[in-house]
């Protein structure tokens, strides 16, 4: 494998502790969620602690941080909470996402182009703590510049638009939509993401743009682990993944 087509896979467990806070029992725990995805060849877990609490709770975030083989990619609000959490946790990267607490999922990406001084603000102060904040972004060019004019070392391409698209030529334009964005972020200097509503049927032709670096999965794979077990549904997910990335 070169640099080019290499391809990172972070699982997020999210929706792991969804099923545990339905019924608020001790599980499924998305602690082992976390190390059976490592083992099966996760490069990172990602973890979304919302406001409401919905599924991560502050003790499954301090615990992994503890366990982890990996790296963290801890997803959050900007909001004072959020940053005073982090800079306790100290993980290695942080994801800024818009959130509401009506929205099902998270809807669309954050809009940096119209805050960009709050937005700058609380990416230097993870930058004090060694931390490197990634911005979940819609593929459009005005955000894009905007992140890199702040100076985050990263974006993530939120591609829900492309998962949700419901004609071949949506699906189309969406993934050339996700696809001009990862040449504009690289043409301004950022590392490129992606994430959202990916799953075994659409995450090759995403996977396969060049110069995407890593994708951020979960609800596919927690779904497809119900079936197969969950090292099971990382392997089958990484190994999509790398067969597209090669072909790049
Ligand atoms: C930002 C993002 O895409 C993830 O946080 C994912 O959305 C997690 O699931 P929920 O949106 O259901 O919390
Ligand atoms: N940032 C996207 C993510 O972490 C996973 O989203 P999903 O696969 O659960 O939709």
Redesign the pocket.
């Known amino acids: 494998m070169t640099e080019a087509n290499r391809i990172l896979l972070?699982v997020?467990i999210?929706?792991v502790a969804t099923l545990r806070q339905a019924r608020g029992t001790r599980y499924p725990d998305p602690l082992k969620a976390a190390l059976d995805a490592e083992e099966a060849g996760a490069d990172g877990i990602?973890v979304?602690l919302r406001e409401d609490r919905r599924h991560i709770q502050e003790r499954d975030v301090r615990v992994l941080k503890e366990v982890l083989q990996t790296r963290m990619n801890f997803?959050m609000g900007v909001t004072e909470e959020m940053l005073a959490f982090a800079e306790l946790i100290r993980p290695a990267h942080a994801?800024f996402v818009p959130e509401t607490r009506q929205e099902l999922?998270t809807e669309g990406g954050l809009d940096v182009a119209g805050q960009e001084a709050r937005i700058r603000a609380a990416v230097e102060r993870l930058a004090r703590i060694g931390c490197e904040v990634s911005l979940?972004i819609d593929a459009e060019p005005q955000q894009i510049e905007a992140a890199a004019r702040i100076g985050a070392p990263a974006v993530?391409l939120h591609t829900g638009r492309y998962a949700d698209a419901h004609t071949p030529a949506e699906t189309a334009r969406e993934l050339a939509r996700i696809r001009d964005g990862v040449e504009y972020g690289l043409s301004h200097g950022l590392i490129v993401n992606a994430?959202?509503?990916?799953h075994y049927h659409n995450v090759e032709p995403v996977a396969a743009i060049p110069g995407m670096h890593e994708l951020?999965?979960?609800?596919?794979i927690v779904a497809h682990a119900l079936f197969v077990g969950f090292k099971a549904a990382v392997q089958e997910m990484k190994l999509l993944m790398v067969g597209a990335a090669s072909r790049r």
């Open positions: 972070g997020n999210d929706h990602t979304h997803e994801c999922t979940f993530e994430g959202h509503g990916l951020n999965i979960g609800h596919a």
